[in-house]
Each structure stands twice: as C-alpha cells, then as structure tokens.
C-alpha cells in the first residue's frame, strides 16, 4: 500500500503582492463597471496571485493549485495611481484543499477582505482533462 502523505503546506503560510492601479486595472476597462477605479475582477486576480505565491515555494515538482471557491468584499474604491498590496495567509488545510484568508489594502485602508480556496491537483492530468472537455 502506497502512503500518501499530507500537502506540504503549513497553516501560516503567507505572501504579499502588489499592483499600482492603471487605466488597464479599472472597472471600465475590464467591464465590470464604468466607473475609473480599481475593478473588482483585478482586485480578485490580485488576491489570487497571493495565494500562489504563498504556496510557490513549497510546491512539489508537477503539482500546482486552481482556485476552487472566492469570497470578497470589496469595500472601497482606489483610483489610478494609487499601490495596493493583497496579502493572502493560509489558514487551514483539509486534504489536497487549501484555504485562505486574503486583505487587500490601500495603506492602512483595507480595500477587500475574504477567503480563498484553492485545490492542489497534478498540473498534467489537469490540463489534459480540460483540453479533453473542449
């Protein structure tokens, strides 16, 4: 019988990343509104990009992670110019599942806050399955 042993991922892992907003990151240019500011589809991209460089490290060879379900709130706006950094800590671990807490703040303003789950999957057989369900 083959053991099969636990993700190598620590609850308490984190990362930081960051995005100074442009024309390109707004609500208007990526559809989800019409107003000039940092859209909400950018701020979860963002908050994604946490969680992966979170786990990027710790990765085992062939292995990534998909996102599987995000909750956020966002709660305010930042407009071009401005830098927003979105840290993502993961808070628990249930089998190949990986959850994570994520903040994104605009200096002491906190711009969205929420969770992230992400699934720990074999990248090949991954690709292949989605390419077979086109």
């Known amino acids: 019988m083959q053991e099969q042993s636990d993700p190598p991922f620590p ?3 984190s990362a930081r990343v960051e995005l100074t907003v ?4 707004t609500a208007q240019a990526v559809g989800s509104g019409d107003v000039p500011v940092l859209g909400t589809p950018r701020v979860v991209a ?3 990009a946490a969680t992966v460089a ?5 990765m085992p060879p062939g292995r990534t992670t998909v996102g599987l379900r995000v909750e956020l709130d966002h709660r305010a706006p930042t407009p071009v110019g401005r830098t927003v950094a979105a ?3 993961l808070a628990g671990v249930d089998g ?3 959850l994570f807490e994520v903040t994104v703040t605009d200096g002491a303003e906190t711009v969205a806050a929420g969770r992230i789950e ?7 057989r991954f690709v292949e399955r ?5």
């Open 11 to 13: 609850p308490g892992l």
């Open 54 to 58: 979170a786990t990027a490290t710790r």
């Open 46 to 48: 963002l908050a994604e």
């Open 130 to 134: 989605a390419g077979a369900a086109s």
């Open 22 to 25: 442009t024309d390109a990151d």
């Open 96 to 98: 190949r599942r990986l």
């Open 118 to 124: 992400r699934v720990l999957v074999d990248r090949q």
């Open 87 to 89: 840290t993502a800590t």
